[in-house]
């Protein structure tokens, strides 16, 4: 069982609508979360941060750390087709270096 | 300001060829990462260099050496090349190996193809 599980998707939504993605994970011990954006044939790039549970947002992104379900999500509200790529999960450990953990990525396209 | 720069950018490789994948970034990391990124598999780390001087094995080392030439350059060297080695690999940095920053900044990649 790998320690970050990530639906591949594809998942393919209409233009303006809420996307919803998610992570589940196995170790306790994470404490950072990340969210990535990656285009295709492009290097990942840092969309989300947050420390432990909570909320945290930023413009059309929202991202929720539920630590006790071992949960975590990425909102996306009123989507744009220029939102149309892959998904990553990033977790970390407190005190284990920089390593970031990731989740295989959900692939997403928005359609006009 | 250029973040994180990685050549070449596409390489084909016969088996049993060596070359070197070269990272540089410019935002006084201390931190540097090489990661290798397969369909289904998601990005796993190769090898680290958590600061000048130091490297460290990440999950998957094997065929695998790194050198960090100096602060700002980490540099990857496939010596026996394989199949197996077809992938993408991405090199990133972040601000250090500890503390409260865990964000990592990555390079565009470099798509290695071996025949």
């Known amino acids: 069982q790998k320690e970050v599980e990530q639906d591949p998707g594809p998942l393919s939504v209409p233009e303006g609508a809420i996307v919803s993605l998610n992570c589940t994970y196995s170790?306790?011990?994470?404490?950072?979360f990340m969210w990535y954006r990656q285009y295709s044939r492009k290097g990942p790039e840092l969309l989300m941060y947050?420390?432990?549970?909570g909320n945290k947002e930023d413009g059309r992104f929202t991202a929720q750390v539920d630590k006790s379900s071992k949960y975590i999500s990425l909102f996306i509200r009123d989507s744009q087709p220029s939102d149309s790529a892959t998904y990553l999960c990033?977790?970390?450990?407190?005190?284990?270096?920089?390593?970031?953990?990731f989740g295989t990525g959900t692939q997403l396209k928005v359609e006009l | 300001n250029a973040g994180v720069t990685q050549t070449p950018k596409f390489q084909v490789l016969k088996t049993g060829q060596s070359m070197t994948l070269q990272c540089a970034q410019d935002?006084?990391?201390?931190?540097m990462y090489w990661y290798r990124q397969d369909p289904g598999m998601g990005l796993r780390l190769i090898y680290y260099?958590?600061?000048?001087?130091?490297?460290d094995k990440g999950e998957v080392p094997n065929g695998y050496n790194v050198s960090r030439l100096n602060k700002r350059e980490f540099s990857l060297r496939l010596e026996s090349a394989a199949p197996s080695q077809t992938s993408v690999y991405f090199c990133?940095?972040?601000?250090?190996?500890?503390?409260?920053?865990?964000?990592?900044?990555f390079g565009p990649g470099t798509r290695l193809l071996v025949l």
């Open positions: 935002m006084n990391h201390n931190s």
């Open positions: 170790n306790s011990a994470f404490q950072y």
């Open positions: 260099s958590a600061s000048e001087g130091t490297t």
């Open positions: 990133a940095s972040s601000p250090q190996a500890s503390g409260s920053s865990k964000t990592q900044y």
């Open positions: 947050t420390y432990s549970s």
């Open positions: 990033a977790m970390s450990l407190t005190g284990g270096g920089n390593k970031l953990t």
